[in-house]
């Protein structure tokens, strides 16, 4: 079974910005267990930016891009020789991959990612990944390192995604008095999930939040994801055992094929093309392509072969997401057009969206 670990940088980094090398080497150890045991590690590593910012001495945490971007190139350098160090103990080998969205928002690139990372699998390395942050063009590219390893877990099939963090799970209830939630069922909302607000770590970007949304992220792609404490000993030998640790995210029954997968998570929408009541039944009742005469509007730069948002006139959530055929100034030339009066304006034209490049979400289900 593939897993993907991803250790979060308050569990690894001090508060002065040094690498807790105990519990490195910790992990490590429970990572090559489970190497030998048959199944096949990707660790996810945060710190890169915290280290980098200690050796610089910057504090407190700057909100400039190119100070995180430099932050991240020193701690790069720092943090991998680590575990690249931890794992050589064991006579194990690794490989570094940074990656940033734009090497997942296209088909090709997204599909030698994961050509590359399986290729690792099979030799026998534990590929050691984190975010490119020094090529980034925003702070947030994914938006974190959670969200990175659910795309990495979507991206290689994996059986589970473990977040570990500071806190053994998410809690709920009164915040004077939480109590851990030990299972979330597969498909609940996110808004339904009751949490105590337990305050943030000042030094990584990720928070609950974004694990929650990370593993909602992948379970709806069939992974089960656990929360659990990165500090606790044996956290992933248990896991890996089927002894419950932290929060257990089950798994959405549906499964979708590799390409509505990348749709839907990796490729982002470069704009939004709205569409009235009838188009939206026929897209989610029949299965239908989208055409010109169901759309209403058309938001954004996008052109031929983006990915757009599509929303039904006066809805709160997108119904779905696909590739569009068209330009955004040419969708607007024909939108509620019928099909021969299309065809006269923009000769060739049929579909703004076909069916096979088209996901529902679940706003629109």
């Known amino acids: 079974m593939i897993v ?18 105990d519990l490195l080497h910790a992990r490590a150890r429970e990572l090559v267990a489970a190497l030998r045991r048959g199944h096949r590690p990707v660790l996810v590593s945060s710190g890169a930016v915290a280290c980098g910012l200690s050796r610089l001495g910057i504090t407190p945490r700057p909100g400039a891009v190119e100070d995180l971007q430099v932050a991240s190139a020193v701690g790069q350098g720092v943090l991998y020789p680590r575990w690249s160090g931890a794992f050589a103990d064991h006579e194990v080998t690794t490989a570094q991959i940074l990656l940033t969205s734009q090497d997942l928002d296209r088909r090709d690139s997204y599909l030698n990612a994961r050509a590359t990372l399986e290729r690792l699998l099979e030799l026998g390395v534990i590929p050691v990944v984190n975010e490119n942050d020094t090529t980034a063009t925003d702070e947030l590219t994914f938006g974190d390192n959670d969200v990175l390893a659910a795309q990495v877990a979507i991206l290689l099939g994996a059986g589970a995604l473990y977040l570990l963090t500071d806190r053994d799970g998410i809690f709920g209830g009164d915040s004077a008095d939480p109590r851990r939630i030990d299972e979330v069922p597969a498909d609940t909302p996110v808004d339904q999930i009751d949490l105590a607000d337990m305050g943030a770590s000042a030094s990584g970007r990720g928070g609950i939040a974004s694990k929650i949304a990370s593993a909602r992220m992948a379970t709806a792609a069939g992974v089960t994801c656990v929360i659990a404490s990165g500090r606790d000993d044996g956290v992933l030998d248990d896991l890996l055992a089927g002894t419950p640790r932290g929060t257990r995210f089950s798994p959405g029954a549906r499964r979708e094929g590799a390409f509505k997968l990348w749709l839907r998570h990796a490729k982002p ?4 093309v709205t569409i009235d009541a009838g188009a939206a039944r026929a897209l989610a009742d029949r299965g239908t392509s989208l055409l010109p005469v169901g759309v209403t509007g058309a938001e954004g730069d996008f052109g031929p072969g983006d990915a757009v948002e599509i929303w039904v006139e006066g809805a709160g959530a997108p119904l779905g997401k696909g590739i569009v055929d068209l330009s955004a100034d040419d969708l607007r030339r024909v939108a509620g057009m019928k099909s021969p009066a299309v065809a006269e304006r923009l000769p060739g034209c049929e579909e703004v969206v076909h069916r096979d490049r088209l996901v529902l979400l679940d706003g629109g289900q």
Not at 269 to 272: D, L, N, T, V
């Open 269 to 272: 929408a470069m704009g939004r």
């Open 4 to 21: 993907v670990v991803k250790l979060g940088t308050s569990s690894l980094v001090d508060e002065n910005g040094g690498i807790r090398d």
